[in-house]
């Protein structure tokens, strides 16, 4: 329906009664084609708005469940300061992390860490700790927790095999995330 004025042409919807009019002059075979039609539209419909759900949707693992990996040889030390075999350290790098990890190209990618500066000279490594680390036991994780590690690495009484990597390393708390690194010489694989 249109309505013309001063030249300009304008729709208007059809009223109430009109549209009820049309449905009841509907034969049976126009009301099983018009019910076709909404069926139709109905089905495709609901296919674009799953189309668009699944494009926008991401797939997350769930929590909890089982992890089991196979190791040759039984662990004798589950704690990384102590751990000397492949088993050793295998058992260790799936319990504890560490600042800086490996992804599966062999690219350090941060762990513990948010973000490393490493001075020009090389010779400074300052890490600041990501934000809600925890332990397992919920506790969090702070500067101090990094500082004991590398105490007991350095302990003679406990006798580490990291002992070594870690001499001549000054190791600082700036403050309860961020810790400073100073080696007495360039070290290109300190991370």
């Given at each position: 329906?249109?309505?013309?004025?001063n030249?300009?042409?304008?729709?208007?919807?059809?009223?109430?009664?009109e549209?009820?009019?049309?449905?009841l002059s509907f034969?049976?075979?126009?009301?099983?084609?018009?019910?076709?039609?909404v069926?139709?539209?109905?089905v495709?419909?609901l296919?674009?708005?799953?189309?668009?759900?699944?494009?926008?949707m991401?797939?997350?693992?769930?929590?909890g469940?089982?992890?089991s990996e196979?190791?040759?040889?039984?662990?004798?030390?589950?704690?990384p300061?102590?751990?000397?075999?492949?088993?050793?350290l295998?058992?260790?790098?799936?319990?504890?992390s560490?600042?800086?990890?490996k992804?599966p190209?062999?690219e350090?990618i941060?762990?513990?860490?948010?973000?490393?500066?490493?001075s020009?000279?090389?010779?400074?490594?300052t890490?600041?700790?990501?934000e809600?680390?925890?332990?397992?036991?919920?506790?969090?994780?702070?500067?101090?927790?990094?500082l004991?590690?590398?105490?007991?690495?350095?302990n003679?009484?406990?006798?580490?095999?990291?002992?070594?990597?870690?001499?001549?390393?000054?190791v600082?708390?700036i403050d309860?995330?961020?810790?400073q690194f100073?080696?007495?010489q360039?070290?290109?694989s300190f991370?």
């Amino acid at each position: 329906m249109e309505n013309q004025n001063n030249g300009i042409r304008r729709f208007k919807l059809p009223s109430k009664p009109e549209i009820v009019s049309a449905f009841l002059s509907f034969t049976k075979l126009e009301w099983k084609v018009f019910f076709g039609f909404v069926l139709v539209l109905l089905v495709s419909t609901l296919a674009i708005l799953q189309t668009i759900n699944k494009s926008f949707m991401v797939e997350v693992p769930m929590g909890g469940g089982a992890f089991s990996e196979g190791i040759v040889g039984s662990p004798r030390f589950v704690n990384p300061v102590l751990a000397t075999s492949d088993a050793d350290l295998d058992v260790a790098s799936l319990i504890y992390s560490g600042f800086m990890r490996k992804n599966p190209n062999g690219e350090v990618i941060p762990d513990l860490a948010e973000k490393v500066d490493v001075s020009k000279d090389g010779l400074v490594y300052t890490f600041t700790l990501k934000e809600n680390l925890t332990f397992h036991d919920g506790e969090p994780v702070t500067a101090d927790d990094i500082l004991f590690t590398i105490g007991e690495i350095n302990n003679p009484i406990i006798k580490s095999p990291r002992k070594g990597s870690w001499d001549g390393i000054n190791v600082e708390k700036i403050d309860e995330k961020t810790i400073q690194f100073t080696l007495k010489q360039p070290y290109a694989s300190f991370l």
